[in-house]
């Protein structure tokens, strides 16, 4: 069985274990990244989604493939729930933000490429800085919720 924690510096952790006792030492352990005197779980929940995860090589750095770096991605079913149920401020923020500055500007010349079509561009570029400030605020927001839960569950 999957579990999610959320710990108290807001960060999440994903274990597969038997049960959650077993869940809770794993999300405690060294292998993930866990200190005893800066961490504690917060909350801890089975993960009712089906999981999947995919992991690529990393090639920020340079040209070269850094094979001992890897970047992944969730599947989209589980990143929601997570959004969901760990983070649902800044869920809110991205639905928030497509009402009030939708990315695509449905008045504008359709026939036209993206790239050459200015009032196009624009309204992406409204939409980017829109959601950037919502999904700052809202990080604050979590992150303030997280100290709250946090002294509640001490």
């Given amino acids: 069985?999957?579990?999610?924690?959320?710990?108290?510096?807001?960060?999440?952790?994903?274990a597969e274990a038997e049960d959650e006792a077993k869940?809770?030492?794993?999300?405690?352990?060294d292998e993930a990244d866990f200190d005893p005197e800066m961490h504690r779980i917060i909350k801890m929940r089975p993960l009712s989604?089906?999981?999947?995860?995919?992991?690529?090589?990393?090639?920020?750095?340079?040209?070269?493939?850094?094979?001992d770096r890897l970047d992944g991605t969730l599947g989209q079913e589980?990143?929601?729930?997570?959004?969901?149920?760990?983070?649902?401020?800044i869920l809110t923020a991205h639905a928030t933000c497509e009402q009030e500055e939708p990315l695509f500007d449905e008045?504008?010349?359709?026939?036209?490429p993206v790239i050459f079509a200015s009032p196009q561009l624009q309204q992406m570029d409204a939409w980017s800085k829109n959601l950037r400030r919502r999904v700052r605020q809202a990080i604050e927001l979590e992150l303030e919720r997280f100290k709250r839960e946090d002294g509640d569950s001490q």
């Fill in 78 to 89: 589980v990143a929601n729930e997570i959004l969901e149920h760990e983070y649902p401020l």
């Fill in 107 to 112: 008045n504008a010349d359709q026939d036209t």
């Fill in 1 to 14: 069985m999957m579990f999610i924690a959320r710990y108290n510096d807001g960060s999440c952790g994903i």
């Fill in 23 to 29: 869940a809770r030492a794993l999300l405690e352990s």
């Fill in 49 to 67: 989604s089906r999981f999947v995860s995919r992991w690529y090589f990393d090639r920020r750095d340079s040209d070269d493939m850094e094979i």
